[in-house]
């Protein structure tokens, strides 16, 4: 099956402007003001279909439960429900969200660390599906919540393998880097092997929580660490599991990351000539990784009942679906490097480490590519939109379109320096709409009093 991008709805008119379905992306910015972001419809419902179909194929029992933290607009989420979507919510912000967007309690899941009395209140009242639990400490509230409502709550066990490396790994450096400087902050997360078979235990003896899913997260080696656990709870203890969650963390092949080290080691490269390395890591497809999660199951099921298999991807269904709309401000050289700096930084794009491919909006047929650092308006150096990227030589007033932009931006925004900027969302009947307003300096203060 040919996979769809935004790419296939992007075109260049008779002015030389960036179009999205026929929409000129540069009148959008004319008509909204910059930072601007344009969401396509149609590619959204494209990628949840895809994914869907994409375990539905070859797996009767499926459940897709969309992530609304990757990007929490209402109207986004509305219409995935409308097409059939699930939710995983991760806090009562995300639950009121998925609320407004018309998701009923049996299309939500709960997962996340942290989760307070308000919270499990709010979920039995709203009667999700399950709630997947992480501490023992939760297992205990959450039962002393249910049975003063006098409810039996289905939950689930979010296992964690994560094993501490040895000390020679340990040594390297992204470990260093990434693991040990933090704590290995990994393993705060769920029950680890040993623990979950206490939970068994513990959960044999209440009376107000009934086990009827285990979760892992990613989904990489799910299966592997899941099965095990799901044969042992059914022979061992009795339990019926219904669910197996592999979490997400799929990858959409839109984009690549990189990371202090990798551009600590591009930056030695270039000290002694060598060029950087610019080979893309292609994603393996979602039909492939469907295929192989799926076998894998039906292999380790032995006369085990099917359980409904549960996915919770966000980035792979929003993250090609956004594009941000930049205005150049100046392009200075310093210290021996071109820097373009725009109208928006790492308040609406929190990290510069996922590689965006940048358009020119409003002079599509630019090229003549230079290595330059696009850079926002705070006050911070690390305020990159992209760094070392490869463009067109650009002006002041050029129109940057930022590729990508749809998982974790709106959601994780910031009013550091600046109001937030609106949405709009196009579909392919050429039509556009405001899906979250711009903003205002008296929306920043709105909260704010004066004694």
């Not at 039906?298 to 549960?310: A, M």
């Not at 269904?317 to 310093?334: A, E, F, N, T, Y």
């Not at 696009?374 to 690390?382: H, R």
């Amino acid at each position: 099956m040919k996979e769809i991008t935004i790419m296939e709805h992007l075109e260049v008119n008779e002015a030389n402007h960036l179009t999205l379905h026929g929409v000129d992306l540069v009148k959008l910015c004319e008509r909204y003001g910059t930072p601007l972001f344009v969401f396509d419809e149609v590619t959204l419902i494209e990628n949840f279909k895809r994914f869907r179909r994409a375990f539905e194929n070859v797996y009767s029992k499926v459940m897709v439960c969309y992530s609304v933290k990757t990007n929490n607009n209402v109207a986004i989420c509305k219409i995935l429900r409308e097409n059939g979507a699930c939710v995983e919510v991760s806090s009562m912000l995300d639950l009121y969200i998925a609320s407004k967007a018309g998701f009923t309690g049996e299309k939500i899941i709960y997962d996340g660390p942290f989760k307070p009395v308000e919270a499990l209140k709010e979920a039995l009242e709203k009667e999700v599906l399950l709630i997947n639990c992480e501490s023992f400490t939760e297992l205990e509230r959450l039962n002393s919540i249910a049975k003063k409502a006098g409810i039996k709550q289905s939950i689930g066990l979010r296992v964690n393998p994560y094993t501490r490396p040895g000390f020679l790994r340990s040594l390297h450096p992204k470990t260093l880097l990434e693991e040990a400087a933090f704590c290995f902050p990994k393993c705060r997360f769920g029950f680890s092997i040993e623990e979950t078979h206490m939970a068994f235990s513990y959960l044999k003896k209440v009376e107000n929580l009934r086990l009827e899913c285990l979760m892992t997260h990613p989904y990489h080696k799910a299966i592997d660490i899941l099965m095990p656990l799901f044969k042992e709870a059914y022979e061992k203890f009795g339990f019926e599991i219904k669910y197996l969650n592999i979490g997400g963390g799929f990858d959409s092949g839109t984009t690549t990351s990189t990371g202090d080290l990798l551009l600590a080691l591009d930056y030695i490269k270039a000290k002694f000539g060598i060029k950087p390395s610019t080979k893309r890591k292609n994603a393996q497809k979602i039909e492939d990784i469907a295929k192989n999660i799926t076998e894998k199951l039906k292999q380790g099921l032995d006369r085990l009942l099917e359980p409904t298999l549960i996915a919770e991807p966000g980035r792979f269904i929003v993250g090609p679906v956004g594009i941000l709309l930049l205005r150049v401000d100046h392009v200075k050289v310093s210290g021996g490097h071109k820097w373009v700096t725009v109208d928006g930084g790492t308040n609406i794009v929190p990290s510069f480490y996922e590689q965006r491919e940048i358009l020119i909006a409003n002079n599509s047929s630019a090229s003549d590519k230079e290595s330059v650092n696009v850079v926002g308006p705070l006050l911070y150096p690390k305020d990159f939109i992209a760094i070392k990227a490869m463009l067109p030589k650009v002006k002041e007033g050029d129109i940057l379109a930022v590729l990508d932009c749809g998982a974790y931006t709106i959601s994780s925004s910031t009013q550091f320096l600046y109001p937030r900027p609106p949405a709009v969302l196009v579909n392919s009947h050429n039509e556009v709409r405001i899906i979250r307003e711009r903003e205002t300096f008296e929306d920043v203060l709105r909260k704010d009093k004066l004694s």
